[in-house]
Nanobody, 130 residues
């Protein structure tokens, strides 16, 4: 069973940057599309960004487009989320997950359906102060 561990969160002022990491153990992620999600207090979990198995395709929520960048290092079994120009509304717990239903696919549509994803890790807290 793969375990995904998110890290890199913290407290930052508006306009600042953070880089989140999602490290996997127990299974290679190299053939799976990966995504980042977030859940703010009192809100449902929402899609943030996704990346195909080889990094050739990416997708972003409109709210983060142009500010966040998703990337991956398959050799390190790790996915990253570079977050720039952070806003208070970015405050949330951030989670990563993999689309285990497909292998070596560039289709990232599944990440728009948050409810289709099963177990979640602990996440990493991102707090942006105004």
């Amino acid at each position: 069973q793969v375990q995904l561990v998110e890290s890199g969160g913290g407290l930052v002022q508006a306009g600042g940057s953070l880089r989140l990491s999602c490290a996997a153990s127990g299974r290679t992620l190299s053939g799976y599309a990966m995504g980042w999600f977030r859940q703010a207090p009192g809100k449902e979990r929402e899609f943030v960004a996704a990346i195909s198995w080889n990094g050739g395709s990416t997708a972003y929520a409109d709210s983060v487009k142009g500010r966040f960048t998703i990337s991956r290092d398959n050799a390190k079994n790790t996915v990253y989320l570079q977050m720039n120009s952070l806003k208070p509304e970015d405050t949330a717990v951030y989670y990563c997950n993999a689309d285990y239903r497909t292998w070596a696919s560039s289709n990232l549509d599944a990440f728009r359906r948050t409810d289709d994803f099963g177990s979640w890790g602990q996440g990493t807290q991102v707090t942006v102060s105004s």
